[in-house]
């Protein structure tokens, strides 16, 4: 697994961060053909590979192949598990033309991607709830990001009037309540509280938890939305010995080149008290 590890950081290295042209970094290969309710399979793929090129951007030049999507009944997830040929594997859990909701499914695992989830599988790193943050904060972004590209570049002309739904549908989770800190607790304080719950089980009460840090995590990427780029090199330190959430940041900074440094130590201070 450390091979793998250095392996990837040294393919990183050697991409481009920002590509001279605009190739896909995945394709979408949808396999449950026929359990999407009264959505259309062609009309589903448009939907997500209309995804793959609003977070295009975050990527680093990355490029993911086939990433075969499946229909599932429980939970979404990007399973371990490859297809026969190496593919990645996506479940997702949406049912009809409800692409705000296949956005949000889709783009949070899409991250679980970027952030080499499969490099620390099984919360070997005990800090897999700080990536389930992450992801859902990514989700996030992109519903935004979807608004304003199905305003201008929808997946059919016949779609543009959709756009404005990626963004009722963020406001709509942003505002619920379990996301919101307690009157006057800080951030640091709040993990302090719950940090052992969240080490021992990454998505702790239905993902309130989680939900709840993604909207703290939100604002650094806001403020510079390149700061994403950040996430893909995620999972790459040695988890062998120390587990802290301090090791884990301290990690995913050394890791990340020089200009994706600053969103980590940001991030860093947020969660952690007498953080430098």
């Known amino acids: 697994m ?5 392996l990837l950081l040294c393919l990183l290295a050697c991409v481009p961060a920002i590509p001279s042209a605009f190739v896909a970094p995945a394709q979408i290969t949808l396999e449950s053909q026929n359990n999407w309710g ?3 399979p062609q009309d589903i ?29 429980a ?17 997702l859990n949406v049912q009809g033309r409800h692409w ?31 990536e389930e943050a992450l992801c859902e904060a990514f989700s996030l972004f992109t519903l935004e990001r979807m608004a304003a590209y199905w305003a201008e570049h929808p997946p059919y002309p016949g779609w543009k009037d959709y756009a404005p739904r990626f963004t009722e549908y963020l406001q709509d989770n942003m505002m619920q309540t379990h996301r919101r800190l307690p009157l006057g607790m800080k951030l640091p304080t709040w993990y302090q509280e719950y940090h052992q719950l969240l080490s021992d089980d990454p998505i ?17 990427f806001n403020a510079n939305p390149e ?8 999972n790459l330190g040695d988890d062998r010995g120390d587990k802290s959430l301090q090791k884990y940041l301290h990690d995913w900074e050394q890791n990340a080149p020089p200009n994706l440094q600053a969103p980590v ?8 008290k007498n953080s430098a």
């Open 45 to 73: 793929q448009a939907a997500l590979q209309s995804v793959i090129e609003v977070i295009a951007p975050y990527t680093a030049g990355r490029k993911f192949g086939t990433i075969i999507v499946r229909k599932s009944n």
């Open 204 to 220: 702790a009460r239905d993902r309130d938890l989680n939900e709840l840090v993604a909207n703290q995590l939100l604002p650094v």
């Open 100 to 130: 705000s909701q296949l956005a949000y499914q889709f783009s949070h695992e899409m991250c679980h991607l970027m952030s080499n989830y499969d490099l620390a599988p099984n919360n070997i790193s005990r800090q897999q709830w700080f």
């Open 227 to 234: 700061n994403w780029m950040a996430i893909n090199y995620l």
């Open 75 to 91: 939970a979404p997830i990007s399973l371990y598990e490859k297809g026969v040929n190496g593919e990645y594997i996506i479940m």
């Open 265 to 272: 130590r940001e991030i860093r201070k947020l969660l952690l």
């Open 38 to 40: 009264d959505a259309n």
């Open 2 to 6: 450390r091979y793998l590890k250095i």
